[in-house]
């Protein structure tokens, strides 16, 4: 781990704010499932190390000041070690302290804005928000029951802790694991709910119609129709906005600008006579400038590139 990722990492562990390109580095960073669970470990570390109460009167600059220098400065490590070491220095700094009461049944919001952001729950388990999606986690002591309302779209990797995890949607469609990785596509105006299974399997559906999907398989749910669809083989196309990679064979180039828009956050305008075109090749972690060069030479159009589109237009 280098320097500059040790120094954002102890910056979002303390609230800071990121300056212009460290929250892309930490995405990009944390993109790799190892680094993903790492630093939901460190969150796990750092969480039980802020439930301190203080006893004593500090200068608080000079003690951040001190941690942070600990931190980018401290000798590579077993990662675990590390994470504690940022707890510890805290307790360390502060002196006396004494550990707050875990209030078991608060709920957690968490949003994301126009770009995709990773969370930590209370429980450890990590999500992945895609934009504009918002999730609320509430955990029942008496019930033994985590509870995670989303609106959006998140992959989930869900902490074994024997307790139940159910996550529930606008639509009233729910998916119940214990331990387990699934994208779970959720708008509020969607008309269907979509779940993809990377890791275990879940229970997915209404109260009424529901089956279980296991990994290497997607399903979806019509909420007008009140139907579910049979699992079929999973398109990892559909969490390429989590992945970072696109790879399609002989598919509609409609449906692909679609989605690369999206995760570009550009509105992709093709030629009108392009409706029909098929389209095969593969995008890893695409920009605007990669996917207006592969398509234009792929199809020999010209491209203009702005602020919020790409437009393609014939020679």
């Avoid at 008309?191 to 997607?218: D, M, P, W, Y």
């Avoid at 972690?285 to 702005?306: G, R």
Wanted: with cysteine; glycine share 4%; aromatic share 10%.
């Amino acid at each position: 781990m280098n320097d500059a990722i040790q120094e954002i990492l102890a910056k979002k562990l303390t609230g800071s704010p990121l300056v212009e390109g460290e929250e892309q580095m930490l995405t990009d960073w944390l993109r790799e499932p190892a680094n993903a669970d790492e630093f939901a470990e460190m969150n796990r570390v750092w969480n039980a190390a802020g439930k301190i109460s203080y006893k004593m009167d500090v200068d608080i600059d000079e003690e951040w000041n001190q941690f942070r220098s600990r931190v980018s400065h401290r000798v590579v490590r077993h990662n675990f070690v590390w994470a504690v070491s940022i707890a510890a220095s805290v307790a360390i700094l502060v002196g006396l302290f004494m550990l707050a009461p875990a209030k078991s049944d608060n709920i957690f919001k968490y949003e994301s804005a126009d770009v995709a952001e990773m969370v930590v729950l209370p429980d450890s388990s990590t999500v992945w928000l895609n934009k504009n999606s918002k999730i609320a986690y509430k955990y029942n002591s008496q019930k033994h029951s985590r509870t995670v309302a989303l609106s959006g779209e998140a992959m989930f990797k869900v902490r074994h802790t024997g307790d139940e995890f159910v996550v529930k949607t606008p639509q009233k469609v729910f998916t119940k694991v214990l331990g387990t990785a699934f994208n779970l596509s959720a708008y509020a105006d969607a008309k269907t709910v979509e779940l993809a299974v990377v890791e275990g399997k879940v229970a997915f559906g209404s109260r009424k119609n529901n089956t279980i999907v296991v990994k290497g398989q997607q399903a979806s749910f019509d909420c007008q129709e009140k139907t579910l669809a049979q699992p079929d083989s999973i398109d990892n196309n559909a969490i390429g906005w989590h992945t970072g990679t696109f790879d399609y064979d002989n598919k509609p180039l409609e449906q692909i600008v679609k989605q690369l828009g999206s995760y570009l956050n550009r509105n992709i305008i093709l030629p009108k006579d392009a409706r029909n075109v098929q389209y095969s090749g593969k995008f890893d972690h695409p920009t605007a400038e990669s996917v207006a060069e592969i398509i234009s030479t792929a199809m020999n159009w010209e491209c203009k590139i702005t602020d919020t589109e790409i437009i393609f237009s014939q020679k």
